[in-house]
């Protein structure tokens, strides 16, 4: 699927993923290839992306931490998600 995230600032990731794991009101989900369509408020939290070829722009790169298990996260202080024909788009703050 593909994932864009997008804060007031600047489009932070844009890149072809295999997972995404994000902190939504009622608990932490998961989205995977294929998911149906959502829309979501985000709450404060981590942004868990599982990618095998992925971009960031060096100037980005500190905003984002690589964890144990191979995946990134992203911390966020709240957000929307919406999921639609494979695409997901995060506006974050």
Not at 2 to 27: C, K, Q, R, Y
Not at 43 to 58: C, M, P, Q
Not at 71 to 81: A, E, H, R
């Amino acid at each position: 699927m593909f994932l864009e995230i997008v804060t007031p600032e600047a489009i932070l990731f844009s890149s072809e993923v295999d997972s995404i794991s994000v902190p939504g009101l009622d608990g932490e989900f998961q989205i995977l290839n294929y998911h149906a369509a959502i829309v979501s408020v985000l709450k404060a939290g981590e942004i868990k992306i599982k990618a095998s070829n992925y971009d960031i722009k060096e100037k980005f790169q500190d905003k984002f931490t690589k964890t144990t298990d191979g995946k990134f996260s992203l911390i966020i202080n709240s957000g929307t998600l919406e999921l639609n024909d494979n695409k997901t788009i995060i506006l974050a703050d």
